[in-house]
């Protein structure tokens, strides 16, 4: 089981990883998704832990609407 620290760390790099893979700005990809920018910024910098549901609905989302290809 991951302790809290790691699931930071792994939600973190996936959200980084999911933007870049749309090819937007943060400021493009918190319009996308409603998302407050400085609330994006602060999940990139591991400022806050984004909720683990919410990143599931937005790559979710990306991979339905075809912004990634996996």
């Known amino acids: 089981m991951e302790n809290n620290e ?3 760390d792994t939600n973190r790099e996936l959200l980084i990883r999911l933007r ?3 090819g937007m700005s943060r400021k493009e990809f918190s319009e996308y ?3 407050p920018y ?3 910024q602060d999940w990139e910098l591991g400022n806050r832990t ?5 990143l599931r609905l937005m790559m979710y989302k990306a991979k339905m609407e075809g912004l990634v290809k996996k």
């Open 6 to 8: 790691e699931r930071k």
């Open 20 to 22: 870049e893979e749309t």
């Open 33 to 35: 998704f409603q998302v």
């Open 38 to 40: 400085r609330t994006l």
């Open 50 to 54: 984004m909720p683990d549901y919410l």
